[in-house]
């Protein structure tokens, strides 16, 4: 009888149990309807991840090729929509036809201009309603066809300009125009540098000293976001030895397979760079990983400027440079 009574007393209060715990309660009946469909959801949304920089909206100058291109690719990847600009409106086109549908669009631009950089934010504000990102790489060598020479003791005045005007000033009025349409909601400017602006090269003065320029100036612009209390980080990029049209001049001429190994034998790591390995640098720098980062300048260069080799030249040439390395 014994065993009765605390059979009857545990059967009682498992039935207890079991209708306060819910089970027979509307809302548990709800939950139980639901809990499929929501457990799949949730799965599929955590096997879908966010793009490192998931819909926001990108500038990238002088995007037809090289590095441009390798980082208006690299943005999409990682979720960006992105607007490609350079000089070369065929090109430019022909770049963005390449990637995902309605996810780039194309700008002509000289960014030398003060009215193509209104035109550009305009569009691009206009498109996607905000600038978050903008990444300053237009720029030229001065060793294309149409230069003269570019040491320091026969560079003519006129070429100095002109280099300064593409690469520093391009820069300067990217900067200015991002911080003036950046600075409510925040966003994240890189300036491609390069090793040559961090050492001198006797036979590209001008161009160095346009490199030079935009390191320093990255680090005035990311003091001033600070300082105004703007939500802006501004950080360089510094390439080197990267296997892009840029390279074209230093190494034309009968023995360009010679010349690049040249290159590359000078390389600590082994070999030249390619156009991702500046992309995901850029990419880095872009993002919310690196919010506490600004003023900084990132070498991309196989540690060449950690050694003491790999000095930019022209290597055995014996025709003038016929490609825009822009």
């Given at each position: ?11 009682i209060a498992?039935?207890?149990?079991f209708?306060a ?17 929501e457990t799949?959801r949730e799965?599929?949304t ?19 090729q090289?590095?441009?291109y390798?980082?208006?690719q690299?943005l ?19 770049a ?8 780039a669009?194309?700008i002509?631009q000289d ?12 569009k691009?504000?206009s498109?996607?309603?905000r600038?978050?990102?903008?990444v300053?790489?237009a720029?030229?060598?001065g ?12 560079t003519?005045?006129e ?11 391009g820069?300067f ?16 400017i ?24 935009i ?13 105004q209390?703007y939500?802006i ?13 840029f ?6 001429g ?5 010349n690049r ?14 156009p991702?390995?500046?992309a995901?640098a850029?990419?880095y720098?872009?993002?919310?990983e ?12 196989g540690g060449?400027l950690?050694?003491?080799g790999?000095l ?6 014996n ?6 390395t822009?």
């Amino acid at each position: 009888m014994k065993w009765f009574k605390i059979s009857g007393v545990f059967l009682i209060a498992l039935v207890l149990s079991f209708f306060a715990g819910g089970y027979f309660s509307p809302v548990r009946k709800e939950a139980q309807k639901k809990g499929r469909s929501e457990t799949c959801r949730e799965t599929q949304t955590s096997s879908t991840p966010q793009g490192r920089v998931q819909n926001k909206v990108a500038i990238v100058t002088g995007g037809k090729q090289g590095i441009g291109y390798a980082i208006a690719q690299v943005l999409i990847q990682e979720g960006a929509y992105v607007v490609v600009t350079d000089i070369n409106n065929e090109l430019g086109f022909k770049a963005v036809e390449k990637l995902p549908s309605g996810k780039a669009l194309f700008i002509q631009q000289d960014v030398s201009k003060e009215a193509d950089w209104e035109n550009v934010f305009k569009k691009t504000i206009s498109w996607k309603g905000r600038v978050d990102i903008v990444v300053n790489n237009a720029g030229i060598s001065g060793l294309t066809k149409g230069f003269g020479p570019q040491d320091p003791e026969h560079t003519s005045l006129e070429d100095f300009k002109k280099i300064q005007a593409i690469n520093t000033e391009g820069t300067f009025l990217g900067c200015r125009f991002a911080i003036e349409n950046m600075k409510k909601n925040g966003g994240s400017i890189v300036n491609i540098s390069s090793r040559s602006g961090n050492v001198g090269v006797p036979t590209m003065c001008a161009y160095a000293a346009s490199k030079a320029a935009i390191r320093s100036m990255t680090k005035s612009v990311a003091l001033w976001c600070c300082s105004q209390n703007y939500p802006i980080r501004c950080n360089s990029v510094h390439p080197a030895a990267i296997d892009t049209p840029f390279w074209d001049p230093m190494v034309e001429g009968q023995s360009v397979e010679k010349n690049r190994q040249k290159i590359a034998d000078e390389i600590p790591m082994g070999h030249m760079g390619e156009p991702n390995d500046v992309a995901y640098a850029v990419l880095y720098l872009a993002s919310n990983e690196s919010k506490f980062v600004t003023g900084a300048e990132l070498m991309v260069d196989g540690g060449i400027l950690a050694s003491s080799g790999a000095l930019p030249r022209v290597l055995e040439t014996n025709q003038p440079p016929q490609k825009d390395t822009l």
